[in-house]
């Protein structure tokens, strides 16, 4: 039997503020509202192909609004 992981992506209203980085990212998964901010297309759910959008849709959040299947490191500088 095989093992199937459900990613799910999830935009939290409080705290976006239009930054429409995920959106950039990923429009895929996520939609504008006619205010600017984001919300998830469907229930959320990330297909395989899409993980990697997620996570980048994630830690490129400004605002910490967008949460999903791992929190990477975010790394400053360079
Ligand atoms: Fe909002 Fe962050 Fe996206 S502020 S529009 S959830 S990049």
Not at 7 to 16: E, F, G, I, P, T
Not at 54 to 70: I, W
Request: charged share 25%.
């Amino acid at each position: 039997m095989s093992e199937q992981r459900k990613l799910k992506v999830h935009v939290d209203a409080q705290r976006c503020q239009g930054h429409n980085r995920c959106y950039a990212i990923a429009p895929e998964l996520f939609e504008i509202d006619n205010l600017g901010n984001a919300k998830t297309r469907g229930d959320g759910s990330v297909p395989a192909r899409l993980e990697e959008k997620a996570r980048l849709a994630v830690n490129n959040c400004p605002e910490h609004a967008v949460r999903g299947p791992r929190q990477l490191p975010v790394v400053f500088g360079g």
